[in-house]
């Protein structure tokens, strides 16, 4: 059997895209994966475009596959990188053998068969494709609910790498929801750009379903205990759909809210469609609406104009709402956007924005685990990690480990917390 080793970048998307491709190698051309190269016949890499990594990186692993991998083996390069690059990448490395965009997964089986293939068109439609099984966790399956997305973020390369938006056709998620929770999943994490804005636009004549109504159809499948999603904007945050997240006992209580920026003047130059003031308000409603709800965001410093006043915005709502999570990152200008050739921040002056947020943040992610010390959450266990421990997630999100094998993969459990770290409680099992 030939042997596929695959590098996965980036967000939870390529997670999932990268299982699309390898369920696509082992249906129809019999691949097994390996987790070295050396052995592999076909080295994948999944890139991810949306900071810059500096290119020559890229062409520098390349470089390291070449020339360590089997002689016959052959390299592609996947994701949005590939689809942003296009041919430049098999003119800078001629040992690449196809480039496939982050719009073209589904077409992996046709380019290992064309040498020197280029597939990257970003119109390319695939909302309907089916692909064959493969899930790397058998306790939590990833279901992408959209491809490409429809907003022009100033900052952001993704509507150039991944097209428009388009949405999948509800039962076609539901039947895969189904499907993964018949194999033993009891959890399912929907995935896309702009989860919330689901519904608007699908390309066959199918049933108009919106993300509320998604969310509610979803949690009528017996024995699914848990939905999660990533990412709902916060533009779309409307009443309904904040109310049916708290109603709807399935719906882990733990929302992804980009806030990008504090300030609503830099808001405006992103192009975000909202305000500090509606952002905060959002948050309000949802914690009036959900009192347990764990908040998590992303926020970039020093995108271009943005003062010292502007910055103050972003620590105020930090302040204000106290994030259970950040995801922070300084801004880089990415080809083909808006904000590529808007006059930069001084460098010093966006490292010493970013490590500031960066020391605040962990100040109230310090108090904030210390108010989890001695609650219970009920967790859900799916992964061994090292020294005899097993971790898992409660509905909110926070991740706790307890001593523990493989028994307990799979199961629901009520863990009392009785140690905290910055990243991972620790806890006991009650009897
Ligand atoms: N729609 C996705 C965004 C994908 S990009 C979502 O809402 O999660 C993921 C994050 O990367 C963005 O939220 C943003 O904070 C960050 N990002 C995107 N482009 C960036 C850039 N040019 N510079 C720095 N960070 C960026
Ligand atoms: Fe990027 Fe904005 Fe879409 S951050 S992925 S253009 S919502």
Request: some cysteine.
């Given at each position: 059997m030939p042997k596929l080793f695959i590098e996965t970048?980036?967000?939870?998307?390529?997670?999932?895209?990268?299982?699309?491709?390898?369920?696509?190698l082992r249906e129809k051309e019999g691949y097994t994966t390996t987790?070295?190269?050396?052995?592999?016949?076909?080295?994948?890499?999944?890139?991810c475009s949306v900071r810059e990594r500096p290119v020559h990186k890229l062409f520098s692993e390349l470089g390291g596959f070449n020339k360590k991998k089997k002689k016959s083996a052959k390299i592609g390069v996947c994701g949005c990188t590939a689809s942003h690059l296009g041919d430049e990448i098999i003119k800078r490395a001629p040992y690449v053998n196809f480039v496939l965009g982050a719009r073209n997964v589904s077409k992996i089986s046709e380019v290992l068969h064309k040498d020197k293939a280029v597939e990257i068109d970003i119109n390319y439609d695939e909302s309907e494709f089916a692909f064959d099984d493969f899930r790397?966790?058998?306790?939590?399956?990833?279901?992408?609910?959209s491809i490409g997305c429809d907003k022009a973020c100033t900052f952001c390369i993704v509507p150039k790498t991944?097209?428009?938006?388009?949405?999948?056709?509800?039962?076609?998620?539901?039947?895969?929801?189904?499907?993964?929770?018949?194999?033993?999943?009891?959890?399912?994490?929907?995935?896309?750009?702009?989860?919330?804005?689901?519904?608007?636009?699908?390309?066959?004549?199918?049933?108009k379903v919106n993300f509320t109504e998604l969310l509610?159809?979803?949690?009528?499948?017996?024995?699914?205990?848990?939905?999660?999603?990533?990412?709902?904007?916060?533009?779309?945050?409307?009443?309904?759909?904040?109310?049916?997240f708290a109603r709807n006992p399935k719906i882990c209580k733990s929302m992804h809210?980009?806030?990008?920026?504090?300030?609503?003047?830099?808001?405006?130059?992103?192009k975000r469609g909202y305000t500090k003031e509606w952002f905060i308000n959002r948050v309000e409603k949802l914690r009036a609406e959900c009192p347990t709800v764990s908040i998590s965001t992303?926020?970039?410093?020093?995108?271009?104009?943005?003062?010292?006043?502007?910055?103050?915005?972003?620590?105020?709502?930090?302040?204000?709402?106290?994030?259970?999570?950040?995801?922070?990152?300084?801004?880089?200008?990415?080809?083909?956007?808006?904000?590529?050739?808007?006059?930069?921040?001084?460098?010093?002056?966006?490292?010493?924005?970013?490590?500031?947020?960066?020391t605040l943040n962990n100040e109230i992610l310090d108090e904030l685990h210390l108010e989890s010390m001695d609650k219970t959450y009920r967790v859900y266990f799916?992964?061994?990690?090292?020294?005899?421990?097993?971790?898992?997630?409660?509905?909110?999100?926070?991740?706790?480990k307890v001593k523990g094998s493989e028994e307990l993969l799979g199961t629901f459990q009520e863990v009392k917390v009785n140690a905290i770290g910055r990243t991972i409680l620790t806890g006991e099992i009650l009897a």
């Amino acid at each position: 059997m030939p042997k596929l080793f695959i590098e996965t970048l980036g967000c939870a998307m390529n997670s999932r895209d990268s299982e699309h491709m390898i369920a696509q190698l082992r249906e129809k051309e019999g691949y097994t994966t390996t987790e070295d190269f050396k052995e592999a016949d076909l080295i994948l890499i999944n890139t991810c475009s949306v900071r810059e990594r500096p290119v020559h990186k890229l062409f520098s692993e390349l470089g390291g596959f070449n020339k360590k991998k089997k002689k016959s083996a052959k390299i592609g390069v996947c994701g949005c990188t590939a689809s942003h690059l296009g041919d430049e990448i098999i003119k800078r490395a001629p040992y690449v053998n196809f480039v496939l965009g982050a719009r073209n997964v589904s077409k992996i089986s046709e380019v290992l068969h064309k040498d020197k293939a280029v597939e990257i068109d970003i119109n390319y439609d695939e909302s309907e494709f089916a692909f064959d099984d493969f899930r790397t966790s058998p306790y939590k399956a990833f279901i992408n609910i959209s491809i490409g997305c429809d907003k022009a973020c100033t900052f952001c390369i993704v509507p150039k790498t991944r097209g428009d938006e388009i949405s999948i056709p509800a039962d076609l998620i539901i039947n895969e929801a189904q499907k993964a929770v018949d194999s033993g999943a009891k959890e399912v994490f929907l995935l896309g750009q702009n989860v919330n804005n689901y519904g608007r636009r699908f390309s066959g004549d199918t049933e108009k379903v919106n993300f509320t109504e998604l969310l509610n159809r979803l949690s009528k499948i017996e024995k699914l205990e848990r939905i999660r999603f990533t990412s709902p904007h916060p533009f779309h945050m409307d009443d309904e759909f904040i109310e049916e997240f708290a109603r709807n006992p399935k719906i882990c209580k733990s929302m992804h809210m980009p806030l990008q920026s504090g300030s609503s003047k830099v808001l405006k130059d992103m192009k975000r469609g909202y305000t500090k003031e509606w952002f905060i308000n959002r948050v309000e409603k949802l914690r009036a609406e959900c009192p347990t709800v764990s908040i998590s965001t992303d926020i970039i410093v020093a995108f271009p104009g943005e003062s010292d006043a502007d910055f103050a915005e972003t620590i105020d709502v930090m302040k204000q709402v106290r994030f259970d999570q950040i995801f922070s990152f300084k801004y880089s200008p990415r080809p083909e956007t808006e904000a590529e050739h808007f006059p930069e921040v001084d460098s010093e002056i966006a490292s010493q924005r970013l490590s500031y947020l960066q020391t605040l943040n962990n100040e109230i992610l310090d108090e904030l685990h210390l108010e989890s010390m001695d609650k219970t959450y009920r967790v859900y266990f799916e992964e061994l990690i090292r020294d005899g421990y097993v971790s898992g997630r409660s509905d909110n999100n926070i991740v706790i480990k307890v001593k523990g094998s493989e028994e307990l993969l799979g199961t629901f459990q009520e863990v009392k917390v009785n140690a905290i770290g910055r990243t991972i409680l620790t806890g006991e099992i009650l009897a």
